[in-house]
C-alpha cells in the first residue's frame, strides 16, 4: 500500500513510518525542513517538503494514495492557537477532497468532543468537525490521552523546587499515553478498511495526578516528590518565566482546568477502549529517568 503521513520524524510520525516501511508499504513523509531529507530517506520513505499550510502541495502529495494520516504540528509563534489549527485543519480537507483519497487517519486528541474550554484541543475539535463534512472519504480520529512526554518538561520544577504540580489536585485522574502506542495504532488503523467517521481512543495506562509523582519519584531517587497543586495565575506565571508564549501557556492553563473539572476525559471514561498500550506508566518512568539524569 502507499500512504502519506505529515508530522515530519516527530515523536509518532518516525515510529509511525517505520511500522509501515518494515510491513513493506511505500511511505512519503511530509516535512517542512529539507534538512530532513536525508534521514527520511534513510528511513526508507520518500520526502515530501512543504507546508501544511500549502494546498496544492497537499494536494499533490495526498493523491494516488490509498491512505493519509495527518496531524497539525505545533506552532509556538501563533497569536490564536485554535484558529491555526482549526486553519490547518480545513486545508488538509481541502487537499483530501481535491485530491480523491478515501481513507484518513487523523490524530485528534482526548477531550476533543468538547467545543472550547480545553485548550489547543479545541483547534482539534474543529478538525474534526471539518472533516465530517467530507462526502465519501472514511475518516478515523484517534483521541490520544495526555502525552508521557509532555512530564519531560518538568524536569526543571523537580530539579530547582523538588516538586511536581500543575493548576489541578494530587487526586485528580490523569489518562496517559506514550506516543509509541499512537503510533502502532496509527499504522493499525492506515493497513486496515474503515468505513465512515469514526473516532478511537488511545490511552497507555490510567492514574492520579499524586501516584504520577510518587512513581516518576521513585524512578529518580526521589520516592517523596510531592504533587502541588497550583493556581491559575501561579501556573501562568511558572510557564512565563519557563519561556513558553504567553498565547501558548494561558492555553495550557486552560488545558489543566478541564483536567480539574474532569470534563476534559468524561467522554474516554464513558467510552474506555477494550485494550490499552503496552507502555505503562511505570516503563515511562525508566524513560524519564534517564532524561533527568542527563
Same mark, same amino acid.
Given at each position: 500500500?502507499?500512504?502519506?503521513?505529515?508530522?515530519?520524524?516527530? *515523536?509518532?510520525? !518516525?515510529?509511525? +513510518? @517505520?511500522?509501515?516501511?518494515?510491513? #513493506?508499504?511505500?511511505?512519503?513523509?511530509?516535512? =517542512? /525542513?529539507?534538512?530532513?531529507?536525508?534521514?527520511?530517506?534513510?528511513?526508507?520513505?520518500?520526502?515530501?517538503?512543504?507546508?501544511?499550510?500549502?494546498?496544492?502541495?497537499?494536494?499533490?502529495?495526498?493523491?494516488?494514495?490509498?491512505?493519509?494520516?495527518?496531524?497539525?504540528?505545533?506552532?509556538?509563534?501563533?497569536?490564536?492557537?485554535?484558529?491555526?489549527?482549526? *486553519?490547518?485543519? !480545513?486545508?488538509? +480537507? @481541502?487537499?483530501?477532497?481535491?485530491? #480523491?483519497?478515501?481513507?484518513?487517519?487523523?490524530? =485528534? /486528541?482526548?477531550?476533543?468532543?468538547?467545543?472550547?474550554?480545553?485548550?489547543?484541543?479545541?483547534?482539534?475539535?474543529?478538525?474534526?468537525?471539518?472533516?465530517?463534512?467530507?462526502?465519501?472519504?472514511?475518516?478515523?480520529?484517534?483521541?490520544?490521552?495526555?502525552?508521557?512526554?509532555?512530564?519531560?518538561?518538568?524536569?526543571?520544577?523537580?530539579?530547582?523546587?523538588?516538586?511536581?504540580?500543575?493548576?489541578?489536585?494530587?487526586?485528580?485522574?490523569?489518562?496517559?499515553?506514550?506516543?509509541?502506542?499512537?503510533?502502532?495504532?496509527?499504522?493499525?488503523?492506515?493497513?486496515?478498511?474503515?468505513?465512515?467517521?469514526?473516532?478511537?481512543?488511545?490511552?497507555?495506562?490510567?492514574?492520579?495526578?499524586?501516584?504520577?509523582?510518587?512513581?516518576?519519584?521513585?524512578?529518580?531517587?526521589?520516592?517523596?516528590?510531592?504533587?502541588?497543586?497550583?493556581?491559575?495565575?501561579?501556573?501562568?506565571?511558572?510557564?512565563?518565566?519557563?519561556?513558553?508564549?504567553?498565547?501558548?501557556?494561558?492555553?495550557?492553563?486552560?488545558?489543566?482546568d478541564a483536567i480539574r473539572s474532569r470534563k476534559l476525559f468524561e467522554h474516554y471514561f464513558n467510552n474506555k477502549p477494550s485494550?490499552?498500550?503496552?507502555?505503562?506508566?511505570?516503563?515511562?518512568?525508566?524513560?524519564?529517568?534517564?532524561?533527568?539524569?542527563?
Open positions: 500500500m502507499n500512504f502519506t503521513i505529515t508530522g515530519s520524524l516527530g *515523536n509518532i510520525s !518516525k515510529p509511525l +513510518a @517505520e511500522i509501515l516501511i518494515a510491513a #513493506g508499504h511505500q511511505v512519503t513523509i511530509i516535512s =517542512s /525542513s529539507e534538512e530532513k531529507i536525508k534521514s527520511i530517506e534513510e528511513l526508507g520513505a520518500t520526502a515530501a517538503i512543504g507546508s501544511v499550510e500549502d494546498v496544492d502541495f497537499l494536494t499533490t502529495t495526498f493523491s494516488g494514495k490509498d491512505a493519509i494520516y495527518t496531524m497539525v504540528p505545533p506552532n509556538f509563534g501563533t497569536p490564536d492557537i485554535r484558529e491555526f489549527i482549526s *486553519n490547518t485543519g !480545513k486545508k488538509y +480537507a @481541502e487537499a483530501i477532497k481535491n485530491s #480523491g483519497v478515501k481513507r484518513v487517519v487523523n490524530l =485528534s /486528541s482526548i477531550g476533543a468532543h468538547l467545543d472550547g474550554g480545553t485548550g489547543p484541543i479545541a483547534g482539534l475539535h474543529d478538525v474534526e468537525q471539518t472533516y465530517s463534512k467530507l462526502d465519501g472519504v472514511a475518516v478515523k480520529h484517534l483521541r490520544p490521552a495526555y502525552f508521557y512526554i509532555n512530564l519531560l518538561g518538568n524536569i526543571d520544577m523537580i530539579k530547582h523546587a523538588g516538586i511536581l504540580g500543575s493548576n489541578y489536585d494530587a487526586e485528580t485522574p490523569l489518562v496517559l499515553v506514550h506516543p509509541k502506542d499512537i503510533a502502532a495504532v496509527a499504522a493499525e488503523e492506515l493497513q486496515q478498511t474503515f468505513t465512515d467517521k469514526s473516532i478511537r481512543y488511545i490511552s497507555s495506562d490510567e492514574s492520579t495526578a499524586g501516584n504520577l509523582a510518587s512513581v516518576l519519584g521513585t524512578a529518580i531517587g526521589k520516592p517523596e516528590l510531592p504533587w502541588i497543586e497550583f493556581t491559575d495565575e501561579d501556573a501562568l506565571q511558572g510557564m512565563l518565566q519557563a519561556g513558553l508564549p504567553e498565547v501558548m501557556a494561558k492555553s495550557y492553563v486552560e488545558m489543566g485494550s490499552s498500550g503496552k507502555i505503562k506508566l511505570e516503563d515511562f518512568a525508566v524513560e524519564f529517568a534517564q532524561v533527568f539524569n542527563l
